[in-house]
């Protein structure tokens, strides 16, 4: 398999985060913004939706979306629950991840951290988003709260996937941490599972 991934991208990072924990061989084609990697990959079409990552598989098909990604990996591993309707929950964390959480946590990040996305970042706009990634992060911290995992009672891919933007939200979106016990906790459990891999391995 081939995985075109953008280093200091989250939703890159999901995939090789679940490729570490399942030992996975996978070539790994580094596009970070800007790069003639990144460029080559779109003008080649070898990113489905023009964008990172994307995963290639021996036999030439191709998967886009992070969480279809991990959807297509996770499938049968100690990750994917049994139960379908602890399975359905995990899926519903997936879709809340992409449509709430990524574009408040991720985006002040990418506003905080990328200079061609400094010109967005206005006081007004990073005050907004600051306000709304307190409140998704507090939606995590209500289930972290009483659960050790986000869906059931096992990690899932759920876990994988909040846990990408959510363990540097931080250090790059400048979140309060301190305000969620729960999470940081959590950050802790997922980042001591075997095989175990950081952003920057």
């Known amino acids: 398999m081939r995985l075109y991934s953008m280093p200091s991208s989250g939703n890159s990072y999901k995939v090789r985060l679940l490729l570490a924990l399942l030992g996975r061989d996978c070539e790994i084609v580094d596009c970070e913004h800007g790069s003639v990697a990144k460029e080559d990959a779109r003008a080649t079409g070898a990113l489905p939706f023009g964008k990172l990552p994307a995963l290639h598989l021996n036999d030439g098909r191709r998967i886009a979306e992070s969480n279809a990604i991990l959807c ?6 100690r990750f994917w629950p049994a139960d379908p309707v602890t399975r359905a929950q995990m899926l ?3 879709f809340w991840e992409q449509y709430n959480h990524e574009p408040a946590i991720a985006v002040r990040a990418a506003l905080r951290n990328y200079p061609h996305r400094a010109a967005d970042a206005t006081p007004a706009r990073l005050a907004d988003l600051l306000d709304r990634g307190h409140t998704h992060l507090q939606t995590m911290e209500d289930r972290l709260a009483a659960h050790d995992w986000l869906a059931g009672e096992a990690i899932s891919l759920a876990d994988l996937c909040l846990y ?6 931080g250090v790059l979106g400048g979140f309060e941490m301190a305000r969620f016990p729960a999470i940081n906790d959590w950050l802790a459990r997922v980042a001591a599972q075997p095989g175990y891999k950081g952003l920057n391995d």
């Open 92 to 94: 519903a964390w997936l």
């Open 72 to 77: 297509f990996l996770g499938e049968g591993t």
């Open 164 to 169: 990408a933007y959510t363990h540097s939200a």
